[in-house]
């Protein structure tokens, strides 16, 4: 019913920027969509929600104030901004999906298969 497919991942030096992509395929309606990532050796940890209305947002406190999370509803596509780039963000980063924030930041239903971000040194 609903496919989440990320993409936009890839080698990056510090203070760089990438932006990656989710689009979301199926029947769905009244959700919210976010990001996490889960770097080597480490648990996998919230980034950043929103609803599909784009008006609420959540953010992670290590990545506030470079990511940016946005969605396009026309073309049923979730972004996320990263900028001034650090080490500690190189992780798989996954696009996620619920029927609320709420239940994206904790334990969201709906995921994709990852795309990975490289920051060097």
């Known amino acids: 019913q609903v496919q989440l497919e990320e993409s936009g991942g890839g080698p990056v030096q510090v203070g760089g920027s990438l932006k990656l992509s989710c689009t979301v395929s199926?029947?769905?309606?009244?959700?919210?969509m976010g990001w996490w990532r889960q770097g080597s050796g480490s648990e996998r940890e919230f980034v950043a929600s929103?609803?599909?209305?784009?008006?609420?947002?959540e953010y992670a406190r290590s990545v506030k104030g470079r990511f940016t999370v946005s969605i396009d509803n026309a073309k049923n596509t979730l972004y996320l901004q990263m900028n001034k780039l650090k080490p500690e963000d190189t992780a798989v980063y996954y696009c996620?999906?619920?029927?609320?924030?709420?239940?994206?930041?904790?334990?969201?239903?709906?995921w994709g298969q990852g795309t990975h971000v490289a920051v060097s040194s």
């Open positions: 929103l609803n599909w209305n784009g008006d609420d947002t």
């Open positions: 996620a999906a619920d029927g609320s924030i709420g239940l994206v930041h904790s334990s969201p239903r709906y």
């Open positions: 199926g029947r769905f309606s009244d959700y919210a």
